[in-house]
């Protein structure tokens, strides 16, 4: 069994930064990948980044491919997912989740509650 609490959401504004964490409970974190969704009001919940249980291979969505990064830290039990530049149309909550490696949400049995992240204009 594997908790999950995501922290870092926030209000930023369009361009800016904002870096948000995912710790996990449980000794057996490092032997899940760990994903990022995201679901914006009224639309459907979509992929947004995934990294292998050993760090060593990652996998974004093509809308944040090359503005956000995907990392962990086995010894604290902990993912990360750096956003920058961001823009208004990644207002959306953020779900971290833990299972296989993948795109697909059904790849993961284990999910976060969510953190809000706003971008203004």
């Known amino acids: 069994q594997v908790q999950l609490v995501e922290s870092g959401g926030g209000l930023v504004q369009a361009g800016g930064s904002l870096r948000a964490s995912c710790a996990a409970s449980g000794r057996t974190f490092s032997y899940y990948a760990m994903g990022w969704f995201r679901q914006a009001p009224g639309k459907e919940r979509e992929f947004v980044a995934a990294i292998s249980w050993s760090g060593g291979s990652t996998y974004y969505a093509d809308s944040v491919k090359g503005r956000f990064t995907i990392s962990r830290d086995n010894a604290k039990n902990t993912v990360y997912l750096q956003m920058n530049r961001l823009k208004p149309e990644d207002t959306a909550v953020y779900y971290c989740?833990?299972?296989?490696?993948?795109?697909?949400?059904?790849?993961?049995?284990?999910w976060g509650q969510g953190t809000q992240v706003t971008v203004s204009s």
């Open positions: 989740a833990a299972g296989s490696y993948g795109f697909s949400e059904y790849a993961y049995n284990y």
